[in-house]
């Protein structure tokens, strides 16, 4: 029986820490595993002691090049995308993440669907030696999601609204 808490621990390529949070596992269905995480949540942020602030759902698909955090308002991002490497999990109650810096997000104002972090993608892959493979993974990934945050292709449509309602 999985652990009803879940430690995420998202790394960079190199091995440094990124973001390590407790999240709730609230569902696991043809999509991925649904995490919750409600306000007031003690994480750490690049090595530092944060708190959530907002709550927020967290997708980690199956087999797939990243998870998406979905938003309420008043955070600006609607849904947000970290490319990463699939996750690993080491037991049912920890996944990590290794973050490949590009992101994408969907606008909650105006829908727009932007690309972010290029730069430090291509900084990254000099600095840490991304391998080809890894770079075209994270490549395609970023444009399936371009496209699929922009056309209502779920989860990134409604899917993720039940899930949002019961950490809000």
């Known amino acids: 029986m999985p652990s009803d808490m879940v430690r995420v621990i998202y790394r960079k390529y190199d091995g440094s820490a990124h973001r390590d949070y407790p999240a709730r596992r609230l569902t696991e269905d043809d999509l991925g595993i649904w995490l919750g995480v409600p306000e007031g949540t ?5 090595g530092r002691p944060s708190v959530e602030k907002i709550p927020f759902v967290l997708l980690v698909p199956h087999r797939a090049w990243w998870t998406a955090m979905f938003n309420p308002p008043p ?32 606008r909650r104002a105006t829908g727009r669907v932007e690309l972010l972090d290029e730069d430090e993608f291509a900084e990254h892959r000099a600095r840490f030696g991304y391998p080809d493979d890894v770079v ?11 496209g699929a945050l ?16 019961l950490v809000v």
């Open 150 to 165: 922009g056309d209502g292709t779920e989860p990134f449509a409604t899917a993720y609204r039940k899930w949002l309602a």
């Open 42 to 46: 003690e994480s750490v942020y690049h």
């Open 136 to 146: 075209a993974e994270a490549e395609a990934a970023a444009q399936r999601l371009l």
């Open 75 to 106: 955070r600006t991002s609607e849904v947000y995308c970290d490319i990463t490497t699939p996750a690993r999990w080491e037991s049912d109650d920890i996944v990590h993440l290794i973050d490949l810096d590009l992101d994408v997000v969907r």
